[in-house]
């Protein structure tokens, strides 16, 4: 609120602005098609990548067999998968995407509860999920056998927030 008491607009910097440049035809095409080229000449990298980040995830899940807390494993696994999750549609594994999405709101709406064996088998079974996709090189939607996958996994979660 302004001092007079009426509503006052505040513009917020526009700090994309300073970091894209555009030409007086909009959008530079060449630049866009060189960007997309570099990013396909990485796919090999990602899939390299991703299998670090599925090691990864494989070893917190082996922690989730154990008796001690699970919350922190729980943090750790949500760090990874929201990489995952941020990177799989830039190179064409979208099913990483939706997966690793799944993931990360699930954990999100658990909050700061100590995790039930119930959420660690959701859990596990989203890292399978993401470990199949890789497994099976199921680039773009996966196909039938990608909507099963993600129909799967959706009512894997609605069976645990129903039992609530």
């Known amino acids: 609120m302004s001092a007079d008491g009426k509503p006052q607009f505040i513009q917020p910097p526009n700090h994309v602005k300073d ?8 959008i530079d095409f060449d630049t866009l098609e060189k960007a997309e ?25 082996a922690q989730l067999d154990g008796a001690g807390p ?20 830039s190179f064409d594994y979208p099913l990483m995407t939706v ?8 954990i ?7 995790p ?17 996709v ?3 090189r199921m680039s773009g939607d996966g196909g039938k056998m ?3 996958l993600i129909r799967g996994l959706e009512a894997a979660i609605n069976k645990t927030t129903a039992a609530k």
């Open 37 to 61: 080229q570099l990013i396909a000449g990485m796919q090999d990298s990602y899939l390299e990548w991703v299998d670090e980040d599925l090691r990864k995830l494989q070893a917190l899940e």
């Open 108 to 114: 999100e709406r658990l909050g700061d509860v100590e």
């Open 99 to 106: 997966i690793g999405n799944h993931l990360c709101r699930y």
């Open 19 to 26: 970091k894209v440049s555009v030409t007086s035809n909009g």
């Open 70 to 89: 699970r919350l922190q494993v729980f943090k750790d696994i949500y760090s990874i998968s929201h990489d995952v999750k941020g990177q799989g549609g």
């Open 116 to 132: 039930s064996d119930k959420n660690v088998g959701v859990v596990k079974v989203h890292i399978s999920a993401l470990r199949l």
């Open 146 to 148: 990608g909507d099963n």
């Open 134 to 136: 890789i497994a099976q």
